[in-house]
């Protein structure tokens, strides 16, 4: 935990009270004492410090102080086809952690149509998962997280619409593509979103469906990758052709 994440019904008059696992890792991790500064956060707001007040058994009260602005939200948004509930739960702290505006978990011909009454699509369970993310990263802004199980009238009726503020379009796909590096025009300073699919792929009308949208499809090389390393290794990639300058 680099950062202590605070939502902001949790303060009054700029003083908070944890007794959770947040006031868990400060007494026994960081082993702070009153007079201690602490970085903490807003949940998505800005970033500050808090000071250390009293510690009180299971208690740690905090003085907060957070007035910059809310970071910007990160450039990539992530299309993935529901994987297995034990791979999300990895994925959902993983992409969090690398950085993601946006997270549309799709239905798609080769996902397990049960995968979507899995108890780990309730927000409340998967909103911890993201917060763990953001607290590795040392960031405020949780990934807005939608789930879609129908394909068709998501890729005809809602995706044209939900990514008009994406000009770059990326599907991950086996096959004789061209690698990711290949697929982006350098250097990439545009919004981002890029489509994984199951295991075994996308169908083609899959595919045809994302092509007729403008994304470009590449793919990762001869491995084949679990998704749950396919997603921080693309999102990794991403990130780094980002900071590339020409």
Same mark, same amino acid.
């Given at each position: 935990?680099?950062?202590? #994440? ?18 868990? %890792? ?36 905090? &003085?907060?102080? %957070? ?30 952690? $690398? ?20 108890? #780990? ?10 917060? %763990? ?11 807005? $997280?939608?789930? %879609? ?6 890729? &005809? ?48 009308? &899959?595919? &045809? ?38």
């Amino acid at each position: 935990m680099n950062i202590i #994440l605070i939502d902001s019904s949790e303060i009054d008059n700029n003083r908070v009270i944890l007794r959770d696992r947040r006031g868990g %890792h400060i007494r026994n991790v960081l082993g702070a004492a009153p007079g201690d500064t602490l970085r903490t956060g807003i949940i998505n707001g800005p970033m500050g410090s808090s000071r250390v007040i009293s510690i009180s058994g299971q208690s740690v009260e905090l &003085e907060t102080c %957070h007035n910059g602005p809310p970071p910007q939200r990160p450039a990539t948004d992530l299309l993935l086809a529901l994987p297995r509930p034990i791979m999300l739960k990895r994925i959902f702290s993983q992409a969090a952690t $690398v950085g993601v505006g946006r997270i549309f978990l799709i239905n798609a011909a080769r996902v397990e149509k049960s995968y979507f009454s899995a108890s #780990l699509l309730r927000e409340d369970n998967f909103y911890p998962l993201l917060l %763990h993310g953001l607290e590795q990263a040392v960031d405020t802004m949780v990934p807005e $997280v939608t789930i %879609h199980p129908r394909f068709k009238p998501f890729a &005809e009726d809602l995706l044209p619409r939900l990514i008009s503020d994406c000009p770059v379009r990326l599907a991950a796909h086996p096959g004789p593509f061209p690698s990711l590096p290949e697929s982006v025009r350098l250097p990439l300073t545009e919004r981002t979103i890029i489509a994984i699919g199951p295991e075994g792929g996308w169908v083609d009308y &899959e595919i &045809e469906k994302f092509q007729s949208l403008d994304f470009r499809v590449f793919a990762m090389g001869s491995r084949i990758l679990r998704v749950d390393t396919a997603v921080p290794a693309l999102l990794a990639q991403l990130d780094l052709l980002r900071r590339i300058t020409l």
